[in-house]
């Protein structure tokens, strides 16, 4: 069985793998170090992680799931939550809701302050997901699919936008 304890201060931080790291001005805006915890306690409906961005900067764009929730617990450092319209203040201790929703739930936590802002990151894992992106008109498609014959986990993701759709029928 797997121990399903671990400590905070023993998962390591990671940057994001290349495929997945900003590029271009996205760079200037974006960076976080993550840390998965769920894989390592057997987790299997809930991800758990740790991130942590630099003053200044943001993990994600702004965006929205019609699937999962999320919550957030922040651990260290200071910075705004930013949810559709409405922007609030945050800093260690707080714990922030982000329900599944329409555009209107589109969120995103910045790092306002002078030091890297740490939170514990917990969200449902109900596949497939979309996701949207208020700010660019793009969407995302991720769908956990079973195993490889290797065992290796395996997704499907798609990212576009509803402009450059394709009919049903084309190319049939």
């Known amino acids: 069985m797997t121990k399903p304890i671990v400590n905070i201060a023993d998962i390591a931080l990671e940057p994001?793998?290349?495929a997945f790291a900003p590029t271009g001005a996205a760079a200037e805006r974006y960076e976080a170090k993550m840390g998965f915890i769920a894989p390592l306690i057997g987790a299997r409906k809930l991800g758990y992680n740790i991130t942590a961005v630099?003053?200044?900067k943001r993990a994600f764009p702004s965006h929205n799931h019609h699937a999962n929730e999320e919550m957030f617990f922040v651990l260290q450092g200071t910075g705004e939550l930013h949810v559709g319209a409405n922007t609030w203040p945050i800093r260690a201790g707080d714990v922030i809701a982000c329900p599944a929703g329409g555009k209107e739930t589109a969120h995103q936590?910045?790092?306002?302050?002078?030091e890297e802002l740490r939170y514990l990151a917990v969200s449902t894992k109900l596949s497939p997901e979309l996701v949207e992106y208020p700010d660019s008109g793009k969407f995302g498609v991720l769908a956990e699919l079973?195993?490889?014959a290797e065992g290796k986990p395996q997704r499907f993701m798609f990212i576009g936008r509803e402009s450059q759709c394709l009919g049903y029928w084309d190319g049939e």
């Open 16 to 18: 994001r793998p290349p």
């Open 54 to 56: 630099p003053p200044g």
């Open 109 to 114: 936590i910045v790092n306002t302050g002078a």
């Open 146 to 148: 079973p195993a490889s």
